[in-house]
């Protein structure tokens, strides 16, 4: 039996922790994207928004000088009024003017969905994890591994929808916005689809019965026969 089998196990699990982490701090929050409207007076406000998964914030900005080089609004993190509400295909009573075409709505609860599948993936992961840390229980160790290689997989799929979601938006002639940049829950998506996705095939390759190293020892630990 191989002695540091637990240990591994251990700094793996301490691994996809960071990467379930991640994963639960780009569901509920709402920086996937930044979207900015084309401005035509500095001497006034601009709406700039940013969204995730579930809510939609936009930000009122005074403008006081441009760049001409940038015909946005922004940056997202200069002082304003800010106000955030659910979209309207999950809250009816709210509305939002950003997601009113078909196909942004359609986008948005996909990848919404898929998101909450991953999150569904790494919680039996975690479970069968914890139930594997028992004696004789190695064998949750399998479908743990799987669990977590799914989770990162749902959560890359649902990045990419959104993705699409947002340059679909900004090629749409039915919208204001002109420029978009992907922010910090977006790339807490990413970075746990690599953790996820990278330690579920480890933790894969640690449950699974050594080999033998020599020639021999599966001659020696065969059953004699009568």
């Known amino acids: 039996m191989d002695e540091s089998k637990p240990l591994k196990v251990r700094l793996t699990f301490s691994v996809i922790l960071v990467g379930v982490s991640l994963l639960f701090a780009a569901v509920v929050t709402d920086h996937w994207a930044v979207l ?4 035509e007076e500095f001497n006034g406000t601009c709406d700039a928004a940013h969204f ?29 009024e800010h106000n955030c509400s659910y979209f309207k295909h999950f809250t009816p009573g709210q509305s939002s003017e950003i997601f009113e075409v078909t196909t942004q709505k359609e986008y948005s609860i996909s990848a919404a969905a898929i998101a ?15 139930f594997s840390f028992r004696k004789k229980k190695d ?49 807490c998506a990413c970075a746990s689809f690599v953790l996820l996705f990278i330690c579920g095939i480890v933790l894969l390759l640690i449950a699974l ?14 059953e004699p026969e009568h």
Do not use: H
Request: charged share 20%.
């Open 36 to 39: 900015s409207p084309k401005v």
């Open 52 to 80: 995730g998964l579930w809510r939609l914030c936009t930000k009122r900005i005074a403008m006081q000088k441009q760049d001409p080089k940038d015909k946005g609004c922004g940056p997202i993190s200069l002082p304003g």
């Open 116 to 130: 909450i599948f991953s999150v569904g993936f790494a919680i039996i992961g975690t479970i069968c994890v914890l």
């Open 139 to 187: 064998y949750l160790l399998k479908p743990a591994s799987m669990f977590y290689t799914f989770a990162g997989l749902c959560i890359i799929i649902s990045v990419e929808v959104m993705r699409q979601s947002v340059k679909r938006m900004i090629d749409s002639k039915e919208t204001v916005w002109i420029e978009y940049s992907y922010s910090w829950s977006f790339a």
């Open 209 to 222: 019965p050594r080999f033998p190293q020599n020639p021999w020892e599966t001659c020696m630990d065969a």
